[in-house]
């Protein structure tokens, strides 16, 4: 099993506040200070990467020789076999779920989105 941690949404508020408390902004311009960049891939979105990483768990899963349902036991609360099955047909998992999958893999978020012309 990889060792992972849940990602944390209240942390990641709680350092956008802070980092925009601390510039004196707005929501809407933090909001336009983080999207600034054009870069040549989509945005992390749930929809854009399951399918992926549906990918590479069935990799991790056949070279360690586990099932679908000790895929799902050590990725933890919230997580079914059947879930993480329906992911290779467009089933969605929550922003939260979507990195806790990233860590248990061990990758970096950027490697499951996908290029893009903006």
């Given at each position: 099993m990889?060792?992972?941690s849940d990602f944390?949404?209240?942390?990641l508020?709680?350092?956008?506040?802070?980092?925009?408390?601390a510039?004196?902004?707005?929501w809407a311009?933090?909001?336009?200070?983080?999207?600034?960049?054009?870069?040549d891939?989509h945005?992390?979105?749930?929809?854009?990467?399951?399918?992926?990483?549906?990918?590479?768990?069935?990799?991790?899963r056949?070279?360690?020789?586990i099932?679908?349902?000790?895929?799902?036991?050590?990725?933890?609360?919230?997580?079914a076999?059947?879930m993480?099955?329906h992911?290779?047909k467009?089933?969605?998992?929550?922003?939260p779920?979507?990195m806790?999958?990233v860590?248990?893999?061990?990758?970096?978020?950027?490697?499951?989105t996908?290029?893009s012309?903006f």
């Amino acid at each position: 099993m990889n060792n992972h941690s849940d990602f944390g949404l209240r942390a990641l508020y709680e350092a956008l506040d802070e980092q925009r408390r601390a510039r004196n902004m707005t929501w809407a311009a933090l909001g336009r200070e983080v999207n600034r960049f054009k870069l040549d891939r989509h945005p992390i979105s749930t929809s854009t990467i399951t399918s992926l990483q549906h990918s590479a768990l069935n990799a991790e899963r056949q070279e360690r020789g586990i099932t679908w349902k000790q895929v799902a036991e050590e990725l933890g609360r919230g997580f079914a076999a059947n879930m993480l099955t329906h992911m290779s047909k467009g089933g969605r998992v929550g922003f939260p779920g979507v990195m806790r999958i990233v860590g248990w893999l061990g990758q970096p978020a950027a490697n499951f989105t996908l290029a893009s012309r903006f």
